[in-house]
């Protein structure tokens, strides 16, 4: 049975769902996976540990639909490597970063490292709970995060990976 509380804890998480499928899928198909997630949450909803925070639980949710459609029969994926990287426009020091260049930069990652960036930097999920909500141990996500950023800063200001600028790190928290 379903309580007032359950359905306003997932309409409070659904513009964390939202940006998450947008990074993920794209804008064309975030609102499938969005409304794919609540759909199975809502019939699920038994699974829930009733007094536990429900956000994480909705990222697995969304994470597990997004994972089985990749492995979907007919979907082509394209891998792009490392010498398809074209250069970064130039910048001046501190300058910001577009929110296109941004994305662009984000989708060319693999995805568990864009997935763990998008919950850490995005939606500031704890290293734990990126763990829990992926299925994957707290050292994981911490060397995914460290190379997905390092390859950001190769894709978007042209530095090599694993060196360090004179700025700041990327995505340390973007809101």
């Known amino acids: 049975m379903t309580t007032p509380e359950d359905s306003g804890q997932l309409q409070a998480c659904l513009?964390?769902?939202?940006?998450?499928?947008?990074?993920?899928?794209?804008?064309?198909?975030?609102?499938?996976?969005?409304?794919?997630?609540?759909?199975?949450?809502?019939?699920?909803?038994?699974?829930?540990?009733?007094?536990?925070d429900m956000r994480p639980w909705l990222f697995s949710i969304m994470h597990n639909l997004h994972v089985d459609?990749?492995?979907?029969?007919?979907?082509?994926l394209q891998e792009l490597d490392d010498d398809s990287v074209?250069?970064?426009?130039?910048r001046a020091p501190g300058q910001a970063i577009?929110?296109?260049e941004m994305d662009a930069a984000l989708a060319r990652l693999p995805l568990g490292q864009r997935e763990v960036i998008l919950l850490v930097a995005l939606e500031q999920m704890p290293y734990e709970q990126v763990a829990s909500t992926l299925d994957i141990p707290?050292?994981?996500?911490m060397s995914?995060?460290?190379?997905?950023?390092d390859k950001l800063r190769t894709l978007l200001d042209g530095r090599p990976a694993g060196s360090q600028g004179s700025g700041p790190p990327i995505l340390k928290v973007v809101k």
């Not at 459609?69 to 082509?76: D, E």
């Not at 074209?86 to 130039?90: D, H």
């Not at 707290?138 to 996500?141: L, Q, R």
């Open 15 to 52: 513009p964390g769902l939202r940006r998450y499928a947008r990074a993920l899928v794209g804008a064309l198909h975030a609102d499938d996976l969005v409304q794919d997630t609540v759909e199975r949450a809502w019939r699920r909803l038994d699974q829930w540990q009733r007094g536990s």
């Open 69 to 76: 459609q990749l492995r979907r029969p007919g979907l082509a």
């Open 86 to 90: 074209l250069p970064a426009p130039e």
């Open 98 to 100: 577009a929110i296109g």
């Open 138 to 141: 707290v050292g994981t996500v």
């Open 144 to 149: 995914r995060l460290s190379r997905g950023r």
